[in-house]
Nanobody, 115 residues
Framework: QVQLVESGGGLVQAGGSLRLSCAAF????????MGWYRQAPGKQRELVAT?????TINYADSVKGRFTISRDIAKTTLEMNSLKPEDTALYYC???????????WGQGTQVTVSS
């Protein structure tokens, strides 16, 4: 069993920056993908960015050029710059272990961007 613990988030003005971190506790092996998803009120959860254990990175078009994802084995960080009010959402950390089809979620951390 793996537990994901998130930190960071908060309230920031438009144009500001925030950093989210997520640490995975527990053992896991094989090819995996860590990433961030977000869900705004009344909307579906959507992908923000992912980074695979092999290094492949994927960003949602809406955050390209503003957000940067990185990882260090069992920890991932999301640097968010030039934040916009539409970035306001509950951000969730995710770990997918492809070989075992296991999928883990963090508890979510709130990001609020004021205009």
């Amino acid at each position: 069993q793996v537990q994901l613990v998130e930190s960071g988030g908060g309230l920031v003005q438009a144009g500001g920056s925030l950093r989210l971190s997520c640490a995975a506790f527990g053992s896991f092996f094989g090819f995996n993908v860590m990433g961030w998803y977000r869900q705004a009120p009344g909307k579906q959860r959507e992908l923000v960015a992912t980074i695979a254990s092999g290094g492949t990175i994927n960003y949602a078009d809406s955050v390209k050029g503003r957000f940067t994802i990185s990882r260090d084995i069992a920890k991932t960080t999301l640097e968010m710059n030039s934040l916009k009010p539409e970035d306001t959402a509950l951000y969730y950390c995710n770990l997918q272990i492809l070989a075992s089809t296991q999928n883990y979620w963090g508890q979510g951390t709130q990001v609020t961007v004021s205009s």
